[in-house]
Nanobody, 126 residues
């Protein structure tokens, strides 16, 4: 079955860095868009970043642009989110997701993403 397994969450001080990984299995995602979302307590799940697996085009939420970098390693079937200059407001559960081909990477809603990871907690202290 298709699975997205995340790792790398944890506690970090403001201004620090943290890297998240998402290992995909069960099918090839070479034609998919891979995305990262996050959800803080009392807030809606929000888009963070996305990458088109084939070609590597990226798209970022304004709140993380210039601080976060999304990438993928096809040989390892892994999507990566490097988070730098972290702020307390980045604290949330971070989710990896996959969207089938045919949709723009700039479509930021959760609706078209078919597969989701279990989420990993990122906590940024001040």
């Amino acid at each position: 079955q298709v699975q997205l397994v995340e790792s790398g969450g944890g506690l970090v001080q403001a201004g620090g860095s943290l890297g998240l990984s998402c290992v995909a299995s069960g099918r090839t995602f070479s034609s998919y868009v891979m995305g990262w979302f996050r959800q803080a307590p009392g807030k809606e799940r929000e888009f963070v970043a996305a990458i088109r697996w084939r070609g590597g085009s990226t798209y970022y939420a304004d709140s993380v642009k210039g601080r976060f970098t999304i990438s993928r390693d096809s040989a390892k079937n892994t999507v990566y989110l490097q988070m730098n200059s972290l702020k307390p407001e980045d604290t949330a559960v971070y989710y990896c997701a996959a969207k089938p081909p045919g949709y723009s990477i700039a479509a930021v809603t959760t609706t078209r993403y078919d597969y989701w990871g279990q989420g990993t907690q990122v906590t940024v202290s001040s």
